[in-house]
């Protein structure tokens, strides 16, 4: 190889690292340093410098000054590593590294303010508008179920046993076969999460969360929406009886030697769309 080819593939390399350490640097990741950059900003944080300046201003009178010490960072840039994080699934690990801060002082950062942007902001998230979803369902889902509004499943996530025999017996799940908390999550055609239940006990089953959760209810879902469901889920007279909505899971062999083709045929469909719910969980549960 000749020596200029090697020149300028060591300026390329020197270059690109150059950009790496430029991009890691703490000092970058603050953010008076993307301030005015509306383009790097909402690459970072998923919103612009305006919006961010307004959620601060709304946010930042219910917090405390903290005392000064080396790894404390401002209150501004406390949600803006925050938001970071929500956009770029970052570790904490990671962020500690990069704001030299120790691990549990970044994850107190993070779960100071998701608790905070919760309480303060969550009657913001409001179920979408049916022109909306329809307008953006994925041709795919239209074909088959053009009045699709939700798709819904349960999560359960293993946490120790309780002490108290009670909470124990409460929160064991046979299915898991181990202590859990179960939530009942919802997500739009498109894959954004409309609806989160309170946590129950893993003892409770899937049908009694739904009900409990006021998920059935016609301020919610109006006649001919259409919901799909694993199998499991027994309550289409609810959403029929109080909504006019049509519940879709696929078929159930109790009580049958075997499905019918046609049966199969939509069983089939119907799980060709559900499957999309557990991605959304998936993605929950690593985040």
């Not at 124990?168 to 181990?178: D, E, L």
């Not at 954004?192 to 016609?218: K, M, P, Q, Y």
Request: charged content about 25%.
């Amino acid at each position: 190889m000749k020596s200029s080819t090697i020149c300028e593939l060591n300026g390329t390399t020197r270059a690109r690292l150059e950009m790496l350490e430029k991009t890691l640097d703490a000092s970058n990741l603050t953010a008076s340093a993307v301030q005015g950059n509306d383009d790097k900003f909402q690459m970072l944080t998923g919103i612009t410098w305006e919006i961010f300046e307004k959620v601060f201003g709304l946010l930042s009178p219910f917090l405390c000054s903290e005392p000064k010490n080396k790894s404390s960072l401002p209150l501004v840039d406390q949600l803006f590593i925050t938001l970071v994080m929500l956009r770029h699934n970052m570790s904490f690990e990671l962020l500690a590294q990069l704001k030299d801060i120790p691990t549990t002082t970044a994850i107190d950062y993070f779960w100071k303010w998701v608790d905070l942007i919760y309480s303060k902001l969550g009657f913001m998230i409001k179920w979408q508008d049916r022109d909306t979803i329809f307008q953006t369902i994925p041709p795919v889902f239209k074909a088959e179920f053009p009045h699709l509004t939700s798709i819904i499943d349960c999560i359960e996530i293993f946490i120790d046993a309780p002490k108290d025999p009670k909470a124990r017996a409460q929160t064991w799940s046979n299915h898991k076969k181990h202590c859990t908390v179960k939530v009942f999550v919802s997500c739009s055609p498109v894959g954004s999460i409309n609806f989160l239940s309170c946590l129950w006990g893993g003892g409770a089953t899937d049908v009694h969360v739904v009900r409990e959760s006021g998920f059935i209810s016609s301020s919610l879902h109006m006649p001919d929406d259409q919901i799909l469901a694993d199998r499991r889920f027994l309550f289409h007279e609810d959403l029929a009886v109080q909504c006019g909505a049509e519940l879709l899971t696929p078929a159930s062999t109790k009580g049958k030697k075997q499905l019918s083709a046609r049966e199969l045929e939509t069983s089939r469909k119907i799980s060709s769309v559900r499957v999309h719910i557990e991605r959304v969980i998936g993605l929950l549960k690593n985040r």
